[in-house]
């Protein structure tokens, strides 16, 4: 589809992009950017790309479509960096969990000659760096992308047909819109992870340790989002605060409603709570985001707690 990619930073998304387009032929030339030598020579190493850069703005020279896959919190820079050496008529996109912020970080500097539209791979694990990737990441899930009005249709079209090579669903929304939905889903469940396993950290040494060596399920899964790039989420808490402590606010209403029931002995009220949850769940499987496998289901790729 590109006679060039460009890939700034090459870690779980970047990674599995390289081995995405390898596999379906998508670019005939791959250039990656880190701002890391070690990073570049590992992912040399693994054939991740055809040119590698450490400045951004040498890699994005001649490139096609351009993907920005570092932390949300590093795009603004980016874009400053690579500003002056892109392409007329390219695309510029990103992959960050985040889009409001994105979109005020990186439109002002980017020039009215390329075709600027945000984008959110909603696939992941909690593992980082450029032997992480898999080619298989981003099927079966949700691409979103969130392009503001009058941007270039035939340039939304073809990174939509990027995504969906890629194995994605692609759907497009309004960014405060995203970011409202992905705060419920995706940020929120991490926060409360990181909270809850940080407690369990708390606790006295000999109950700790029979926490870790009896995790059932629960307390293991949240280790598993927990255990995501704190980088990313710092950043993701920072640059989508708002929604998050909307999301936060109600989840905390929603607590004491369970400590009430719980404390007044009030079964009917636990009973209609917990059947109501239950329901959400077999959405989520009848949707095509999980199936009913026991275990979740899960092989060890393409969780979501690292988008």
Known sequence: MFDKVTLIGIGLIGSSLSHVMRREGLAKEISVSSRSQETLDRAKELNLGDHYHLDAAEAVKDADLVIVCTPVGACEAVAKTIAPALKKGAIVTDVGSVKASVIKQMKPHLPDTVHFVPGHPIAGTEYSGPDSGFASLFEGRWCVLTPEEGTDDAAVSSLTKFWETCGSNVET?????HDLVLAITSHL??????????????????????VIKFSASGFRDFTRLAASDPTMWRDVAL??????????GRFSEDLSDLQRA???DDGDKLFDMFTRTRGIRRSVIEMGQDVAAPNFGRDGEGDE???
């Not at 992870?193 to 340790?209: E, F, H, M, P, R």
């Not at 605060?241 to 936060?248: C, G, H, M, Q, R």
């Open 262 to 264: 719980i404390r007044r």
């Open 173 to 177: 929304m309004e960014a405060n819109h």
């Open 239 to 248: 640059h989508n605060k708002d929604a998050i402590l909307e999301t936060l």
């Open 189 to 210: 469940p991490h926060f409360i992870a990181y909270n809850i396993v940080g407690t369990a950290d708390d606790l006295a040494t000999d109950i700790k340790s029979e």
């Open 305 to 307: 707690p690292a988008s």
